[in-house]
């Protein structure tokens, strides 16, 4: 039972380089799952990337988490920055703006969420019976980061 989540500062990747890895995974999934990925050119606020199924395109948010409290991951869907000159707004996840939120845990556990499904605007759970219908097939872990009892 993991009752804590340590972080080994040595390795740690930036928050960029995370977020590569969490879309990377996500591309991986998806294109397992027979889907064509396409990139947004230039930075997009909503989407990471986009699925295409064939007979649908998909909108895809990727995040990832590395915070593990009690026997749950704690995943921050909304976007507060990401660079100094940010102004203090907060995006928070909004349902109208992407159709899937695609998470990546420290441990390599993955979620594909519908975004209707998503009941949070700020942050989720995972781990628990709540979205457990969304895990999908285990990736590797975030590098860095190593998840077990304290």
Not at 107 to 122: F, L, Q
Request: proline fraction near 5%.
């Amino acid at each position: 039972m993991f009752v804590g989540m340590t972080t080994t500062t040595a390795m740690r990747l930036s928050p960029r380089e995370q977020g590569d890895v969490g879309e990377f995974s996500a591309m991986l999934w998806l294109a397992e799952q027979g889907a064509k990925i396409y990139l947004p050119l230039g930075h997009s606020p909503d989407v990471d990337l986009i699925a295409d199924f064939g007979d649908r395109l998909v909108r895809v948010q990727v995040k990832t988490c590395t915070y593990f409290r009690g026997e749950r991951w704690c995943v921050m869907i909304a976007t507060r920055g990401g660079n100094q000159s940010w102004s203090g707004v907060v995006k928070r996840f909004d349902p109208s703006r992407v159709d899937a939120l695609f998470v990546l845990a420290g441990d390599g556990r993955r979620w594909y969420i519908p975004a209707d499904r998503v009941e949070g605007t700020s942050g989720i759970l995972l781990g628990g019976p709540k979205y457990a219908a969304f895990e999908v097939d285990q990736g590797a872990p975030i590098s860095g980061v190593h998840a077990g009892p304290r």
